[in-house]
């Protein structure tokens, strides 16, 4: 007799088990329920993200370091979950900085920000 160990297989489930997830993990960007989507939660990403082109200055921290903490300014070019790609205009440099090190962000003009749950 062969005993099969492997898990059955469950359509409306994703990879991990979960209910409606893709195959990260994730709940679908959007659903039938809710046409609205779903990621549009308040992180950071995503308010860097409804920003780009905008001057920003972003202060990190890199402990037990030789460089301490430094300042960056410049436009912003791009945000993902890990990391924010910047534009020194002046010295013609582009920064791929990590979030890990991410103390806190400013901006040289209004931003744009939806508070999604309102």
Known sequence: ???????????QYGQYGQPNCNNYGYPPM?????????????????????????????????????????????????????HILLKDEQTDTTYLLLRIYLSYVTFDEDIEYEYPFA
């Open 1 to 11: 007799m062969t005993i099969n160990y492997q898990f059955p297989y469950y359509p």
């Open 30 to 82: 959007y659903n039938q329920q809710n046409p609205y989507r779903t990621f549009e939660h308040s992180f950071i990403e995503n308010i860097l993200r409804m920003n780009l082109g905008k001057n920003i200055t972003v202060y990190m921290n890199f402990e037990n370091s030789q460089w301490g903490s430094k300042v960056f300014k410049g436009e912003l070019l791009g945000a993902g979950r890990d």
